[in-house]
């Protein structure tokens, strides 16, 4: 830890990883719970978004390594939180009136259900290629000569703050007595994520300017 006075890019991936990660675990956690809440869908609905979320994503981490391989991690990494940010924003928006928070829709109809579900293929493409983009971007960032120290730094930033989503999203779901309301922490912890990436500059970066 105190070797990252040294190494301030190191730094800032650490604590940029730290927030997008959690943000990731928060929506792969409540995804569901909102879903059910919201929507008013089955536990086989559930069930079946986590297996699109699941398969999908393991398409998303190839291309994400093809993406990497072309034009390295970091990049690959600021795409997929956009995505991600987008998509969260698009989940806050449906609900069983209205999508795009705007738009009225029938109760009968399915349009919230097959947005969500483009949500849920979105949040796990984007999610397996930031984390594998992820640890491809550690390896540009760490110390050649203690990578395993880099990689423990890497499994304690995402520990250290674990809770910070679940009680941002129960903190604001109980503020403003709304479920839709309560995910929103969840787009904020994206945007902090992207912004702090912005001066990470590993190897292979320098190497192309």
């Known amino acids: 830890v105190k070797d990252l006075e040294r190494r301030p890019s190191l730094a800032w991936f650490l604590g940029s990883s730290m927030l997008y990660r959690d943000a990731l ?11 059910a809440g919201v929507l008013g869908w ?12 699941a398969l999908i994503g393991a ?14 991690p970091k990049p690959v990494v600021a795409a997929c939180l956009v995505a991600l940010t987008l998509a969260s924003l698009l ?19 399915r349009l ?7 949500v849920g293929a979105v949040v796990g493409a984007a999610g397996g290629a930031v984390q594998a983009a992820s640890r491809a971007l550690l390896v540009a960032e ?13 499994a304690l930033s995402g520990k250290a703050t674990a ?4 009680l941002a999203v129960a903190t604001a779901t109980a ?20 912004a702090t990436l912005g001066p990470v500059r590993g190897r292979l970066e320098e190497a192309r300017a």
Do not use: H, K
């Open 163 to 166: 809770f910070l989503a679940p």
């Open 175 to 194: 503020w403003f007595g709304s479920q839709q309301a309560g995910v929103a922490p969840v787009i904020l912890l994206f945007l902090a994520g992207l």
């Open 42 to 53: 089955s536990i086989v609905e559930v069930g079946v978004f986590g297996i699109l979320a």
């Open 91 to 109: 989940a806050v928006s449906l609900s069983r009136e209205a999508v795009l928070f705007a738009v009225p829709v029938g109760p009968e109809s």
């Open 142 to 154: 760490a110390d050649e000569e203690r990578m395993t120290a880099g990689f423990g730094l890497y």
């Open 25 to 35: 675990n928060g929506f792969y956690t409540f995804g569901g719970i909102y879903a």
């Open 112 to 118: 919230p259900d097959v947005l969500f579900y483009v």
């Open 59 to 72: 398409g998303g981490s190839w291309l994400g390594g093809r993406a990497d391989s072309a034009f390295g």
